[in-house]
């Protein structure tokens, strides 16, 4: 069964690798189009990734909770960080986002250059003070643009059921922006771990919160609010997993 798993990931990861190469190049022609064209040219390479992982592989996944977004008004989503799978994900399951990351990925051949496209928040983590500051300038210049934003609040990917420390950068921009903010576990983490090769078929789980009113809240109350939602997820969403991943 291994060997099984392991020929299907390598076959994803092919696909993966050269959709990736054809739309970061091909996408360098949208540069000048509005950033909602970029976006919406963009974002097939994640919906593809998506379809091709559950081809391949056998990955699905399933959203409880979808009915609490509402469309009509950028949100912060502050979200568990357990794989790769997720930043294609939420680009299907959200409306137009934008995402916090660490300015070192744009340097990436291809993956940077298609990143980029998409216009992301892009920090230095060794900046201290300077770093969270431009964090709260460009994610509330975006949210007022009706952009979402993307945050990982445990700062890096984390292994399931392992609960890592709560920055305060996503949570003291929800306090400023004051817009819905949006809680999100999953565990995605067990079907594709971080740094793996290999990909489990099965049924990745996500728990979107109700928004919060985050105006009339302060920083350590989401911040205990975000702990709170992950860890009563990491146990509920024990993973689903197949024999066999469906041709």
């Not at 008004?73 to 680009?91: D, K, N, V």
């Not at 997993?241 to 469906?246: K, T």
């Amino acid at each position: 069964m291994k060997v099984i798993w392991f020929l299907r990931s390598a076959v994803y990861l092919l696909g993966q690798t050269l959709s990736m190469i054809f739309f970061s190049v091909s996408g360098q022609l949208t540069r000048p189009f509005s950033f909602e064209t970029r976006y919406n040219y963009m974002r097939w390479w994640a919906r593809f990734c998506l379809w091709w992982l559950r081809v391949t592989c056998g990955l699905r996944f399933k959203v409880h909770g979808q009915e609490h977004i509402d469309p009509s008004r950028a949100g912060l989503i502050l979200s568990r960080h357990e794989s790769t799978w997720e930043t294609l994900a939420f680009q299907q399951i959200f409306p137009r986002q934008a995402y916090v990351l660490k300015r070192e990925l744009l340097r990436i051949p291809f993956f940077g250059w298609g990143m980029s496209l998409l216009h992301p928040i892009a920090i230095d983590r060794g900046a201290g003070r300077q770093a969270l500051n431009q964090l709260l300038k460009e994610g509330q210049s975006r949210l007022q643009q009706g952009d979402w934003i993307v945050l990982f609040p445990e700062g890096t990917r984390m292994p399931p059921n392992e609960l890592g420390k709560i920055n305060v950068g996503g949570s003291m921009l929800a306090t400023k922006a004051k817009v819905p903010v949006y809680l999100v576990a999953h565990n995605a983490g067990s079907f594709w771990p971080k740094n793996s090769f290999m990909k489990k078929p099965g049924l990745i789980e996500v728990h979107i919160s109700e928004p919060l009113d985050a105006a009339n809240m302060s920083v350590a109350e989401i911040n205990q609010a975000i702990a709170d939602w992950y860890s009563q997820h990491m146990s509920s969403a024990e993973p689903k997993s197949e024999s066999e991943p469906p041709i």
